[in-house]
T-cell receptor, first 114, second 109 residues
Framework: TAGITQAPTSQILAAGRSMTLRCTQDMRHNAMYWYRQDLGLGLRLIHYSNTAGTTGKGEVPDGYSVSRANTDDFPLTLASAVPSQTSVYFC?????????????FGQGTRLTVV | GQNIDQPTEMTATEGAIVQINCTYQTSGFNGLFWYQQHAGEAPTFLSYNVLDGLEEKGRFSSFLSRSKGYSYLLLKELQMKDSASYHCAVRDSNYQLIWGAGTKLIIKP
């Protein structure tokens, strides 16, 4: 099974350009999340969705937007990239938005904004 | 504010035992997770504690004391493949995961 898939694996992006990071899961999980991981810091939540059709802001949402049109897909868009958005981005999903279920992570997208 | 503290780096010897500590201060508590992350890879789930006490899973065990805001991950019979970063994460009152910065564990032969 594929689990959770992110694309692209890596990208170099010019500052000011827009980009969409794709995330697809085939586990029929209700909840999905976008995190960024920077050296020396814990994973920080950007946006989340507890179920299709709903989204919420995490700890660091500025400069990012998401949509959840269906259960499987949760794209993350950078409208106008800045160098501080250079990071590794992880998409994750879990069976529910609350409770004790574990989150499953995609392999990450390494984004460099120059 | 919310805070998760864990050591930045630890070194241990193959075959030995290592304990990685985690202390937390969060807005509410709805469970604590430990994840393993090998360099360049995604985090993978190791354990979950919501009640006080010890949860054992093979070579790995995780302990929780809610009154002390404290957890540890215990790794026994260390193997070279255990070299990785270990992340403590707490689910807060909004059911969002708050992550520690991770502990890089280096295993030496």
């Amino acid at each position: 099974t594929a689990g959770i898939t992110q694309a692209p694996t890596s990208q170099i992006l010019a500052a000011g350009r827009s980009m969409t990071l794709r995330c697809t899961q085939d586990m029929r999980h209700n909840a999905m999340y976008w995190y960024r991981q920077d050296l020396g810091l814990g994973l920080r939540l950007i946006h989340y969705s507890n179920t299709a059709g709903t989204t919420g802001k995490g700890e660091v949402p500025d400069g990012y937007s998401v949509s959840r049109a269906n259960t499987d897909d949760f794209p993350l868009t950078l409208a106008s990239a800045v160098p501080s958005q250079t990071s590794v981005y992880f998409c994750a999903s879990s069976d529910s938005g609350d409770g004790g279920t574990e989150a499953f992570f995609g392999q990450g997208t390494r984004l460099t904004v120059v | 504010g919310q805070n998760i503290d864990q050591p930045t780096e630890m070194t241990a010897t193959e075959g030995a035992i290592v304990q990685i500590n985690c202390t937390y201060q969060t807005s509410g508590f709805n469970g604590l997770f430990w994840y393993q992350q090998h360099a360049g890879e995604a985090p993978t789930f190791l354990s979950y504690n919501v009640l006080d006490g010890l949860e054992e899973k093979g070579r790995f065990s995780s302990f929780l004391s809610r009154s002390k805001g404290y957890s540890y991950l215990l790794l026994k019979e260390l193997q070279m493949k255990d070299s990785a970063s270990y992340h403590c994460a707490v689910r807060d009152s909004n059911y969002q995961l708050i992550w520690g910065a991770g502990t890089k564990l280096i295993i030496k032969p």
